[in-house]
């Protein structure tokens, strides 16, 4: 198998606040684990991209300073929006793709995020 | 620019109907095209294509690529409502490389 959560899977917070969404990869090592963002009937939009121990590769027009990622082990992935907004809100997902190479990237379930 | 076009955007048929959704790519160093199906939450994985005219199937759902003409197609036979969700297709450049994911095509199967 190849299974990916994500906790929480729906949150609330205050706008100013930080949030914490995890990403952990249940029954393989992951490489590599991406992180998206969803707005209402719309395609993934690709945010970040990291490798384990080494620092994230973000998309063109993505602020590093306020979606950190860490990627501390070959399991688990963090997203963290800091100073959220409203504007913020969206649907995250990560995902993803084993050590053995394959192009293949298994989702998480994917996190709501609510800044009111 | 690299990009994925998915086509119709959107398609409504009824129970038992056999339905084709169509994907095209442009891309600088191809390595394969994936097919993803989206309900209320994230994408489940379908289909990993990498050579031209070998034809995957998983039950009712088959897929194709072809890299001289640049696309694929998913076929869904006697669909279900079940298999009302947002269909991606993607490409990847690489192994554990980011997928550019095209815009979907939302499939309604009513009764």
Sequence with gaps: GAVVSQHPSRVICKSGTSVKIECRSLDFQATTMFWYRQFPKQSLMLMATSNEGSKATYEQGVEKDKFLINHASLTLSTLTVTSAHPEDSSFYICSASKVDGTDTQYFGPGTRLTVL | ?111
């Design chain 2, 1 to 111: 620019e690299d990009k994925v076009v998915q086509s119709p955007l959107s398609l409504v048929v009824h129970e038992g109907d056999t339905v084709t959704l169509n994907c095209s790519y442009e891309v600088t160093n191809f390595r394969s095209l994936l097919w993803y199906k989206q309900e209320k939450k994230a994408p489940t994985f379908l289909f990993m294509l990498t050579s031209s005219g070998i034809e995957k199937k998983s039950g009712r759902l088959s897929s194709i690529l072809d890299k001289k003409e640049l696309f694929s197609i998913l076929n869904i036979t006697a669909t279900q409502t079940g298999d009302s969700a947002v269909y991606l297709c993607a490409f990847s450049t690489g192994a554990n490389s980011k997928l550019t994911f095209g815009k979907g095509i939302t499939l309604s199967v009513r009764p």
